[in-house]
């Protein structure tokens, strides 16, 4: 007898049902179970079914262990195992290791994979003249290619794909049925012979060239100035050269975008570090499946043009992620704008005749393809801020990826609010938050919420029992889900969706304290709330602490001028009698006095970030904005390093609320600006402030309730110095700190948010 037999036999040998939940279909996860099953000496089998991923496989235990931890370390980039359970078998005879026909009995929560960026074997693939896809723009695999933003319904496979109408060729299918290929199931697979193909035309839709010329004459185009529009995975994009300051300022000028920085997308990691200081994080990052832009700290001296980011210390940068970009950067300029081609505040543009009439204005060229996409996914926004990456628009590459639930519980709806609005379901355990749909003021904008409420809600086949909505009455979302029929609507106040949604990301049930710092939220009093400290969990809150109210001068107005609402502070601060400030000069102050001395429309607000916009105004920082809190950014960055004492502040009891006066910071404010200190000094000494002031708070709460947890959310924490300064702090002092990853802290949040407050309310 052979020793090798020997040692077989007597080896335990074991069958295991091994069933993997989570981002497991798409992504190339069979073919890589099939390697490590062949790899580990294993024989059985894997299929596909609507829960996910099973495999049986037979052999030595300590073969199946290593089997089993091969499967959790080595998974492909854009696999997420969430759930991961084994059940013994009886043995049975067989000799190999199968792929198997995917089963689609179950309710489906396998889902649609996200977006992934081209992978580096298809890369190499891409630039090699010899392989059969050589600059072929549409080259993919199971690792790479679209996937969420060309999917109409599950399950998903081509048929459901706008790949359908492309019939593969004999080469391709032959791929396509290989289990041992790279492109075993790769959905959009194609190549020159028949796939999708590129063209370029001018604005008026007249062709200029196709295919290959296409990508030459784009690249002249953009080199001489031109501004492009080119169609992408998850939208058009509106791309210049980043370094030619006269199409970066026309682009500008011709999108009704003054100022607000636009995202960049350059050649390669090397090209990125001569404009931004990276960390080894944010490389990562840069270079993940996902590809978002990395909002990171700008070189002191770059070759950009001044108009990409004015005023900004940071930039929004990307590598290239379709292989269309890559052709381009490599052809073209090596560092191009790109930015989502719509008019301000408006959906991306997704289809070919829409982007010829929305855009015919702005671009001087189209760049056109024929797989169409049926999903608009803006890029997504993500930084690596107190030791972890956080997102903060989420978008393509995320979404639609799950969010795994600490329990189970109803089938759910959150609509969300108004601005930087996402859509939620959730069922089971896991929830499925929509790609950031922009603000819905406008009816354009609505009926790209209509669509992503309805497309989400089939894919995943949720059928909510409940909607959960704002307490604001006049959204278009409270509206649309006001007149749903046959659910139960609840309205959910901004603030605790904020808490909500931090506690659930964060699997914590609560309760905790919430320290929601916030711009404006409908408060259950009518007033605007957003400087709120709120003692709850996912089902109730009690409105612990907040800053007091103060006028708005003019509402929105006011938002869009902070020297408005510092003068509004200041009246109050002042009791009416407002002193002589250099910020009041060129400013129409009488008007406002008198618009604050009869009270007309000046809406009260514990907004903590109009607070950051007076103060801020009033220290002589930009009176008027041209994009969202630009006075409070570049306060923010104009901080000094040396450490002078916060201003004063007082909190009082006033029932059982804790109300957070601001006149004596205002007031020592004022007089630090008219002893002559500068922005740098007033802005430091302001953040000091009110990291101690939210700390002291918090001391306040966790006295009263004993609670030693404490949740951190509202879009004021996107101020990176108020938030790492605060958890810092408060983690210094012995608290638990919860805060968003996943999620935005912004009001990307807050339909995730209803929605769990919904579920709460269900289970009720
Ligand atoms: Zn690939
Ligand atoms: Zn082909
Ligand atoms: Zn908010």
């Known amino acids: 007898m052979q020793p090798t037999k020997l040692t077989f036999d007597l080896g335990m040998e074991l069958r295991w049902q091994i069933t993997i939940r989570g981002v497991v279909q798409g992504v190339g996860f069979r073919p890589f179970v099939h390697r490590e099953a062949v790899a580990h000496g294993l024989t059985g089998q894997v299929v596909n079914t609507g829960q996910g991923v099973v495999i049986e496989a037979q052999g030595e235990e300590t073969a199946l262990a290593r089997f089993v931890t091969a499967l959790r370390e080595q998974a492909p980039a854009a696999a997420v195992i969430q ?50 896809r050589f600059r072929y723009p549409f080259i993919n695999c199971t690792n790479c290619g679209p996937r969420y933003t060309i999917t109409r319904a599950i399950p998903y496979d081509r048929p459901q794909t706008s790949m359908a109408t492309f019939a593969m060729c004999d080469q391709c299918r032959a791929e396509y049925e290989n289990p041992t290929d790279r492109r075993f199931h790769a959905q959009p697979n194609a190549c020159p012979v028949c796939g999708p193909h590129l063209w370029l035309t001018d604005a008026q839709g007249q062709l200029l060239a196709e295919k290959e010329a296409a990508v030459v004459a784009t690249a002249a185009q953009l080199r001489a100035g031109a501004i492009v529009a080119l169609k992408g995975i998850g939208g058009f994009h509106l791309a210049v050269d980043a370094t030619n300051h006269e199409a970066v300022q026309r682009l500008r000028q011709c999108k009704g975008r003054e100022e607000k920085p636009l995202a960049i997308m350059v050649r390669d990691l090397a090209r990125a570090r001569q404009l931004c200081q990276l960390t080894a994080a944010e490389e990562a990052l840069l270079d993940s499946a996902a590809a978002p832009i990395v909002l990171a700290p700008k070189q002191p001296a770059h070759d950009l043009s001044p108009a990409v980011a004015p005023g900004s210390d940071r930039l929004g940068i990307m590598l290239p992620y379709a292989p269309l970009h890559h052709l381009l950067l490599a052809e073209g300029p090596d560092v191009l704008v790109m930015t989502s081609a719509n008019l301000s505040e408006e959906p991306i543009c997704i289809d070919n005749s829409e982007a010829l009439q929305r855009l015919g204005a702005i671009a001087d060229c189209f760049l056109c393809h024929d797989r169409d996409i049926l999903i608009r996914a803006d890029d997504s926004v993500v930084w690596h801020l107190a030791g972890a990456s956080r997102v903060i628009r989420r978008s393509r590459g995320y979404v639609p ?6 329990g189970e519980g109803a089938a759910v709806l959150g609509v969300g609010g108004e601005l930087k609005d996402t859509v939620c379901y959730a069922k089971g355990d896991q929830a ?18 209509r669509e992503t409420v309805a497309h989400l809600g089939r894919i995943y086949q949720v059928t909510p029992e409940l909607v959960a909505h704002d307490l604001h009455p006049a959204y278009l979302t409270t509206q649309w889900a006001r007149e749903q029929a046959g659910v139960v609507q609840l309205a959910v106040q901004h603030h605790h969706a904020h808490l909500a949604a931090c506690l659930a990301e964060n699997h914590y049930d609560g309760p905790a304290i919430g320290v929601i710092l916030d711009g404006t939220g409908f408060g259950p009093d009518g007033t605007i709330w957003g400087g709120e ?18 006028p708005l001068p003019g509402g929105d107005a006011a938002v869009a001028a902070p020297w408005r609402t510092g003068l509004g502070y200041l009246y109050v601060a002042y009791d009416g009698v407002v002193p002589e400030l250099p910020f009041l000069q060129g400013h129409d102050a009488g008007t406002i006095v008198a618009m604050l001395q009869r009270g007309i429309n000046c809406p009260a607000t514990s907004s ?12 002589g920082g930009r009176p008027t904005i041209r994009y969202e809190a630009q006075t409070a950014i570049e306060f923010m960055q104009a901080a000094g390093t040396l450490a002078g004492p916060a201003f004063p502040f007082e909190l009082v009891a006033e029932h059982d609320t804790l109300i957070v006066e601001v006149g004596p910071l205002i007031r020592a404010v004022a007089e630090t600006v008219r002893g002559g200190a500068i922005l740098a ?6 953040h000091r402030t009110m990291v101690e002031l939210w700390c002291e708070v918090v001391q306040r709460a966790a006295a009263a309730t004993g609670l030693r947890v404490v949740a951190l959310s509202g879009g004021v924490f996107q101020n990176q110095l108020l938030f790492t300064g605060l958890m810092k702090r408060l983690q210094a002092a012995g608290f638990t700190v919860l805060a968003h990853r996943e999620l935005p802290v912004n009001d990307g949040c807050i339909a995730f948010g209803q929605a769990m407050v919904g579920r709460a309310y269900m289970e009720r």
């Open 83 to 132: 759930e991961l359970t084994i059940l013994s078998l009886p043995l049975v005879t067989e000799s190999a290791f199968v792929i198997g026909h995917s089963v689609a009995a179950g309710p489906p929560s396998a889902g649609i994979p996200a977006d992934l960026a081209l992978c580096a074997d298809c890369q190499r693939e891409f630039f090699d003249p010899t392989d059969r």
């Open 608 to 619: 903590c970030g109009r607070l950051f916009d007076a103060v801020a105004a009033i220290a």
């Open 681 to 686: 000094e007033i802005s430091q000494r302001f």
């Open 533 to 550: 400290v709120l003692i709850g969990d996912r089902g109730s809150f009690r409105r612990f602490a907040h800053l007091a109210p103060m």
């Open 432 to 449: 499925w938050v929509s790609q950031h749909l922009g603000d819905l003021k406008t009816l354009t904008a609505f009926s790209f919420f």
């Open 401 to 406: 990826r799950p969010l795994r639930l600490a």
